[in-house]
Each structure stands twice: as structure tokens, then as C-alpha cells.
């Protein structure tokens, strides 16, 4: 447990680290201070605080920087609240009433807002039904060795595939076995479907392979579905001056593997995710933080969206951005996907 004087240097050294992106002196923590202390009794808190873990020394400074461990602390216990103000509230709710009810449209919107609204770069995942459910399949005879799988789910949505055929099947072979799937699948999500494989063989255990992908691919975001804004805003921050970390990085953003292992626990849980440095499971981003929160609605669709940048990020900011904005897309994702009556 940290004393309250070595959090409140932690404090300042946090904030001060994150607008000047220089190490901090303990002659400049002293002058901040609330209290006044002596820069020799600063030295030796910041010294206490070295020790434990919370900041550290660059090689090339006598100053001190966040650690990954003092960058968690702050979040969890010293970071003030920090509201966006009515009138930016106000730009961003009237951007996205703009293109009302346009999906494309909004997502990519979403990731514009946050990469200018925290000038770090933005992601999005486009948003995914959720507990799709099928109505019907039928399968359609095209030529005499292939078929047209057409597979209608709640929500509008709507599948088709084709497929081969062998054998002597007819259309009154494919009608027969796709009532039996409707008869034995109707009205069940995946789970259901996939409960119902055993029951399957030939041809039609083909039919419902080819369902259960589909519902899976609708149900499961891929790195085609995230959508990326804002790589200049990193591009400009001192943290990648270096033409090899942009490298790594720009690999890393563009294929969407920063958000590997983490889709599935941002989305299974409410509230705003931070993933500081070393945290993250890539060790391409241990450099970097990610902020993420679900948006979406149970029952309807949900999706990921969130903002990546330097460890050095103001986060009390940046969350209040990324909460800000999944409120707008839960509206959005009601008006779109709501349940059908």
C-alpha cells in the first residue's frame, strides 16, 4: 500500500510524463507538490517508488517515467474523472445522426471520432448479431451437380452457398432434405444446430456443416471486420520515432492481431477494458495500450470498438471517449438490430 505522499507523486510524475513525454525530475515533482517537501525527500519517495516497481529510469535521464505497474495504479486509484464536456458530446452524437441507420457508414465514423478525439489510432470491430437463429434453408438445383444453398436467419439475414452434388439427387430429393433440417433446426441458434449433427450423415450433414460456418462466421468478428483509423496519430507520438517500431506496429494494426485473445473478454463483459504495455499478449505491443469496451445491446448484435496508442496516454480522457461513444452505438445497434416483433 502505497503512502499518500508516494501517490500523490505518482500522480504528478503520471501526469507530467504524459503531457511532456520527457522523464520527470524530482526537482519539478517538488515544485508541484500541494505540500511543500524538499527535493531531497522527493528524491527519496521517487527512489521507494523505483524500488517497488511503479516508475522506473530511463538509461539516458536522470528523470523517471511510468512503469507499467505505475501506469495500472494510476488508473485503478489516482485518475481523475475526466467528462467530456456537453458541447464535445454534442458534435459527436450530431456526426452519427448524419448517417442514421447506415451501419458501414457509423462504424467507420466511430473510428474517426476516437482517433481525433484521443489522437492516438482507433479500432472497431463491424457489429455481429448476436444468438442468430435459423427460419429456413432451402437448397435449389442448379445443374445436375450442383445446388444453391440458400439459408434465411432472424434479423433479415440472409446466407446462400453452393454446393456439389453427387449422386443422383433431384429436386425432390434436396426439397425433402431441407424439410427435414427446417423440421429438426427451425428456430434454433447455434448451439442448437450444432446439438443436432449427430442426427446427420451424406449429403445432408454437409447441408448442416455448411449452416453451423455460417452461423459461426455471423456470430464471430474477423481482422476483415475491424475497421482502423488514425495510424498518423501514432506515427506522430516521440514513442515511434523509430521507422522499426512503426514497422512492427503498422504490421500489428493492420492485420488486427492486437486484438487477439481479448475480442472474446471484451465481449463477454461490461464496462471499459485497459491493457497497459506488458499486459498485452503480443510482445509487439508491449509498447503500446489499448483502451476497449463492448457496445451492443444482449439479444441483438455487439461489437468491439476502442483506442490504441503509447503507454503515455491520457486515460482518464480516452476512457471517458470510448465509453462515450459505445453509448451512442448501443442506440445505433438497437435502432438497426432491435428484436422483432
Excluded at 467528462?83 to 450530431?94: N, Y
Excluded at 479500432?123 to 432451402?138: N, W
Amino acid at each position: 500500500m502505497l503512502t499518500d505522499r508516494r501517490r500523490d507523486i505518482l500522480k504528478l510524475i503520471v501526469e507530467d510524463y504524459v503531457s511532456s513525454a520527457l522523464p520527470v525530475s524530482s526537482e519539478s515533482i517538488a515544485r508541484k507538490m500541494l505540500v511543500p517537501v524538499s527535493s531531497a525527500t522527493v528524491r527519496n519517495e521517487m527512489a521507494a517508488l523505483e524500488d517497488e516497481g511503479y516508475i522506473e529510469q530511463p538509461h539516458t535521464s536522470a528523470g523517471r517515467v511510468p512503469s507499467d505497474r505505475g501506469y495500472r495504479y494510476f488508473v485503478e486509484f489516482l485518475m481523475p474523472e475526466d467528462r467530456l464536456t456537453a458541447d464535445e458530446e454534442r458534435m459527436i452524437t450530431h456526426q452519427f445522426y448524419q448517417v442514421h441507420l447506415d451501419t458501414d457508414q457509423w462504424v467507420r465514423l466511430a473510428a474517426a471520432v476516437l482517433a481525433r478525439a484521443a489522437m492516438n489510432a482507433a479500432v472497431i470491430t463491424v457489429p455481429k448479431v448476436l444468438d442468430v437463429k435459423l427460419k429456413h434453408v432451402q437448397i435449389v438445383q442448379v445443374q445436375s451437380r450442383l445446388a444453391l444453398l440458400v439459408m434465411v436467419f432472424d434479423r433479415g439475414l440472409l446466407r446462400q452457398r453452393f454446393l456439389g452434388l453427387e449422386g443422383d439427387l433431384a429436386q425432390e430429393d434436396l426439397t425433402r432434405i431441407a424439410n427435414r433440417i427446417n423440421a429438426e433446426c427451425g428456430g434454433r441458434n447455434l448451439r442448437g444446430v450444432k446439438r443436432k449433427l449427430a442426427q446427420f450423415s451424406g449429403f445432408e450433414r454437409e447441408v448442416i456443416d455448411q449452416l453451423v460456418a455460417e452461423m459461426r462466421e455471423v456470430e464471430t468478428p474477423t481482422p476483415e471486420q475491424i475497421v482502423r483509423d488514425g495510424m498518423l496519430n501514432i506515427m506522430a507520438q516521440p514513442e515511434f520515432a523509430q521507422t522499426e517500431r512503426v514497422r512492427q506496429f503498422l504490421s500489428i494494426f493492420e492485420s488486427g492481431r492486437m486484438l487477439e485473445g481479448v475480442l472474446a473478454e471484451v465481449l463477454a463483459n461490461e464496462g471499459v477494458r485497459v491493457i497497459i504495455g506488458s499486459e498485452n499478449k503480443s510482445d509487439d505491443m508491449r509498447q503500446c495500450s489499448v483502451v476497449l469496451s463492448r457496445y451492443g445491446r444482449d439479444g441483438e448484435a455487439e461489437g468491439v470498438l476502442g483506442i490504441v496508442g503509447p503507454r503515455r496516454m491520457p486515460y482518464s480522457r480516452v476512457i471517458s471517449t470510448v465509453r462515450y461513444t459505445a453509448s451512442i452505438l448501443e442506440d445505433l445497434i438497437h435502432a438497426v438490430y432491435g428484436s422483432e416483433d
